[in-house]
Structures are given as structure tokens and as C-alpha cells.
């Protein structure tokens, strides 16, 4: 079916200097092998890197996400997960991405808290003040200051230019089964790429049924 020639197209445009950011979709009805093409475009990908240039390829698939901790915090907590563990195997190791790492990964805590008691409030529970504060609260000897998403963007854009992640060239995220998801999540999801994650290096696919969608 010329998968690997779609592959190949779309690892080109993710290492295109001149798009960066981008977002591309990927579109076909279901059973149609988006989920094929995502897995080669990774492959592609994982073939284009070398040792001081990596590429990173983070997987998700909203559809499983569990829509009580919320869907934008769950993709960009695992793209931050994901840069996480290339800082620490940073050969660089320095303070700053480490700092902030902590301090974005603050930011979707409370946001995660205020969707824990949004959604409880909904079910009619009140959430224990233990299951709030302990989202929320900051580490001894931290100040307490990132609260929700406000200037998340800024500092994530500050996280991917730092010394600690100059070896990665790109960070690939692969979005699949959006097209199973409720409108919410999909409108989630595009506004967590778009309003947060859209900074240089980063890059997406979406594969989805556009008509779905």
C-alpha cells in the first residue's frame, strides 16, 4: 500500500527547520492503517537519528486517557515526562532544566486539582482535603508560585531551548485514535497541542477520520 513513502513524506515535513513547529494530520477512515503509518513514521524517525542528534518520539492515545484527571494535562504531562528522562540522562546536568521541569510539572498538578474537584463537585462527592492538597502542595523548601497553565508556554519554549536538551533536533509527537474520542477530548487535545505545546522543536501528527473529527 506505499505506507513507508507516506512515512517517509511525513518524516520530512517533522524535520523541516522551516515548519517548525508543526502539526500535521494524518486522515482515513477507521481500519484504514493510521495506526500502521504512525508506527512507521516512528520507525523513520528512530532511522534519521544519530548520536548527538536525537529525535524523540512520544506515543499517546487520548481515547484511554481518564477524563477525571483531565485530557490536557495528561498528553502534556507525558511529553514532560518523556524530556524528563532525557535531562536526567543529559550529559550536560544542569539546574535549569531541572528547575523547570519541577516548576511546569507544578502548574499541571493544580490543574489536575482544580479538574479533581471539578469533576467531583459534578458526581456529587467532595473530594478529602488531603486529595487536593496533596496535588497541590509544593516541596519543602519550594515556593509555591505556578499555579494552573498561566505562562506555561513560556516556559516550556525555555525547557526545549536549554543546554540539557540541545541534543534533541525534535520532539515527534504521535497522536493516534482521536477520531474514537467524545468532542470533548478531541477539543481538548488539540488545545493542549496548540495553546501550550506549539513551541520550536516540537512537532505532531494527528491521525483521526477528518470527517469524524
Not at 13 to 39: E, F, I, Q
Not at 159 to 173: F, G, N, P, Q, R
Request: aromatic share 4%.
Amino acid at each position: 500500500l506505499s505506507f513507508d513513502a507516506v512515512a517517509e513524506t511525513l518524516a520530512d515535513a517533522l524535520l523541516d527547520a522551516r515548519l517548525d513547529p508543526v502539526a500535521l494530520g494524518l486522515s482515513g477512515s477507521w481500519g484504514s492503517g493510521k495506526t500502521t503509518v504512525l508506527g512507521l513514521v516512528a520507525q523513520e524517525l528512530d532511522r534519521r537519528k544519530t548520536d548527538d542528534q536525537k529525535i524523540l518520539v512520544v506515543q499517546t492515545d487520548p481515547w484511554r486517557y481518564d477524563p477525571a484527571t483531565g485530557v490536557k494535562e495528561s498528553l502534556i504531562a507525558e511529553v514532560l515526562t518523556a524530556l524528563g528522562r532525557e535531562v536526567a540522562a543529559s550529559a550536560t546536568k544542569t539546574d535549569k532544566a531541572q528547575n523547570l521541569l519541577a516548576r511546569l510539572g507544578k502548574r499541571i498538578d493544580w490543574a489536575k486539582a482544580l479538574k479533581l474537584a471539578a469533576t467531583s463537585s459534578l458526581m456529587f462527592q467532595i473530594p478529602s482535603v488531603g486529595s487536593i492538597v496533596d496535588l497541590v502542595k509544593p516541596a519543602e523548601g519550594e515556593d509555591d508560585e505556578p499555579r494552573g497553565l498561566e505562562a506555561f508556554r513560556d516556559e516550556f519554549a525555555e525547557l526545549m531551548a536549554s543546554e540539557d536538551l540541545k541534543h534533541l533536533i525534535a520532539v515527534v509527537v504521535l497522536v493516534d485514535d482521536l477520531d474514537r474520542c467524545l468532542p470533548e477530548t478531541v477539543v481538548d487535545s488539540l488545545e493542549a497541542i496548540r495553546l501550550f505545546l506549539a513551541v520550536p522543536k516540537m512537532s505532531f501528527v494527528i491521525a483521526a477520520d477528518e470527517e469524524r473529527v
